[in-house]
Structures are given as C-alpha cells and as structure tokens.
C-alpha cells in the first residue's frame, strides 16, 4: 500500500508548522477547583472546549489558596493547597492550576498567579489567548496577559454574581475595563454590571445561562420510579443566601415527607423539625444518585440582593433528573418558561406551591426541557459569541 505523496506530506508539515506558529489558548479564571466537589460553569465549558478544540491550550485557573488559610481553616484548604505544589496539572484535555499565595485572596490575587499563568501559557507556544474571568480577583492576572498578548489577546469577563460593594465590585470595575466583551449568566446580572460599571460602549455584551450535563443527570431520571419516590431535595450551598424559613415552613406543612439538604452549611438553625436531614457536600457524581430518591427539588432563595440574577445550575439538574422544581420567584427564575416548575412568592404561597410540586405526575417534559440547555449546547454557544470576537481581533482561530 502507497505511502501518502511528497506534495501531501509537504502540505502535512505546513498545516504543522501554522498550527504551533498560531496556536490558540483559552484561560478560564474561575471561582472553584477541579476537585472540590462543586462543579460550575467553568469546568464543564473549559472540558468541552478542550475537547473540541485539541490543538488549542486550555488552562483553568481557579482562586488561589493561601498558605495561612490551610493552616486555620477546614480541609477543603488543606487539599487545595496540597494540589498547588505542582503547578498546573493535565486532566486529559484541560490543564488545572490552583494557584498558591501566602495572603488570603480577599486581599487580591498576587503577582505570582500572573507569572504562572503566563509561563504555562508560554510553555504551550501559545500565540493567541481568549482568557474567561469568573472570578474577579483575577483582575492583575488578566491585565498581565493583556499587556503581554496586546491584540493577540481577547478578554471576556463571565460574572455570575452580582458584587454590590467591597473588593470584588472593585475588582469587577477592573476587569471590565480591560473587556473586549461581558457574557453574563442571566439577564439581571448583565444589566447590574453594566450599571456598577459603566464599560466602554465597544464592549459586547452577552447573556448565556448555565447549563446541565444531561448524559449523567438523565441516567437516574428513571433510576426509581415515580411512585417510589418521596419528599423535597436540595443542593448547593447552605449560606446567607439560603432561605432556612422556607424550608422549615415546607417540613412542618409535610410533616411524613423527607427533606434532604445537601451542600456544605455556612450558617445553622437549632431545633429543625423530625424530617429535615443535613447530609453535607457530596461528591458532584453522587448527585444523580440523591436526586432519583426524591420527587421535588428546592430552590429557597431568600431576600438576599445576590439572588436575584442567580442562574442555578441546580435547576435544569433537578428537570433533567426527573424531578419537579419548588422555589422562590426571584428576578432570573421568573423568566424561565419550563414545565414541573412551580414559584412562590411570600410566605403564604410556599407551601401551596411546594405542595403543588409534590403531588404532580411525572412526565418527560422536564427532562426533554433540560436537555436543550446541555452543556455541550452551551460550549458550541460560546464558540459562537467568542468566534467573530476572536476573528475581529485577532485574526482567527476558532473552530
């Protein structure tokens, strides 16, 4: 059998040679590390941009641990301070950096994230970089790269919170001045960040909301059936945002109806009634398993300003796993068209939507609804806003 040609072995070298001479990056500078059992936005996008893209650099960068908060604070710091000792760290198609500094974040990312940031960048002969900033703190490792890339740079900023006041607000302001574009996770958010900071009017703007990773929730839709099913699940993080009134309102209305909370607890309650069970953080890949043993899934958000424009994953995880969804009509959910949803607003109306929720039948509706907000789906939507950005700018690249 005949080996390919001189002239397609020549043009094999060529199409080598423009790769490595135009090789693209993508830095995502987000909030939470690979391994510490939460999983947002920025890890599903980071993979499947990794995976499409192979001939790209994908970097994910998370806020880095300091070396006095894993002496004083829980093990969740010990671990990721374990995990910054050897740099950035390959997971198949993704390469993890947990940056380490001696000062707690709060008081702003340090010069030494930048410095490895960009060493690992140029490690990979990247020529080009898209760099995606979650968190805010960020804003010195960004500008770093900006300055080093110049017009080979495209910077987005991501937000997926609101920061009122205080050093995120103020590192927000920076971010965004040195934005090429903002692709805010809902509607509410980009409107509160483009108020709090007045960007450039070059500055596009985006909304793209969080999505669901639909192969795993979908296997335990139907894991157990319907009528086998029983009481109210949540999870995620039980801080001041969570609605603690709520919650206990629906127990004490549902008395023989299990309520599970899972996430880490940030704040407490003395004496909840009989049914409500605390189980803490659980691995991500143990959520499908909890959400097929219950028939609603809550979204209690309190009065908290920062839950207006929350764009829960949570929710489309609860659809996609079969379940109902209960929670507070807030800003950002109150735009979602979806079915085996149901809202309340005031006390009054908790436990008649809850109960609502409860006893309706199970349909496919919710997990055929879920499935169009895959993230795959979102990765190649992405790809779209960030392709004529990149192409503007920088001259190509995205496929």
Known sequence: ???????????????????????????????????????????????????????????????PVS???????????????????????????????????????????RGQTATWVSSTLSAHDVSSVVVLVDQPLFSATARRIARDYGSRSLIVYRPTDIHPSGALARAERRVVGIA????????????????????????????????????????????????????????????????????????????????????????HRANLPSNIACVGAKPYLDTPKLLSQARVGLLPFNSNTLNAGRSPMKFYEYLS?????????????????????????????????????LAGNWTAAGVAHAREFDWDTRADQLKSILRPLVESKIGGGIR
Request: aromatic fraction near 8%; hydrophobic fraction near 40%; include cysteine.
């Open 1 to 63: 059998m005949l080996g390919p040609s001189a002239a397609e072995q020549d043009r094999k070298i060529a199409e080598d040679c423009e790769c490595s001479l135009h090789r693209l990056g993508y830095v995502f500078l987000s909030h939470s590390y690979f391994d510490g059992g939460v999983r947002v936005g920025s890890h599903h996008l980071s993979e499947r941009i990794a995976k499409a893209e192979q001939e790209a650099v994908v970097l994910h960068a998370s806020t």
């Open 67 to 109: 070396s006095l908060q894993a002496r004083v604070r829980h093990e969740t710091d010990t671990r990721r301070y374990s995990a910054s000792a050897s740099g950035p760290v390959n997971r198949g198609h993704v390469l993890d950096l947990v940056p380490r500094q001696v000062w707690p974040p709060k008081f702003g990312v």
């Open 180 to 267: 090429d574009a903002i692709v805010a996770t809902s509607r509410f958010t980009l409107d509160t960040v483009v108020e709090q900071t007045k960007p450039r009017s070059a500055v596009a703007k985006f909304v793209l909301e969080n999505g669901v990773d639909a192969n795993l929730f979908e296997s335990s839709g139907t894991a157990m059936p319907w009528k086998d099913r029983r009481g109210f699940v949540y999870v995620g993080a039980i801080d001041t945002r969570f609605d603690w009134n709520a919650v206990i309102s629906i127990a004490e209305t549902y008395p023989n109806e299990p309520v599970t909370l899972v996430g880490p607890l940030t704040t």
């Open 321 to 357: 796993a079969g379940l109902a969804v209960a929670g507070t009509r807030t800003t950002e959910l109150s735009t979602r068209n979806a079915p085996l949803t149901w809202l309340w607003e005031g006390e009054s109306d908790i436990a008649l939507q809850a109960g609502r929720a």
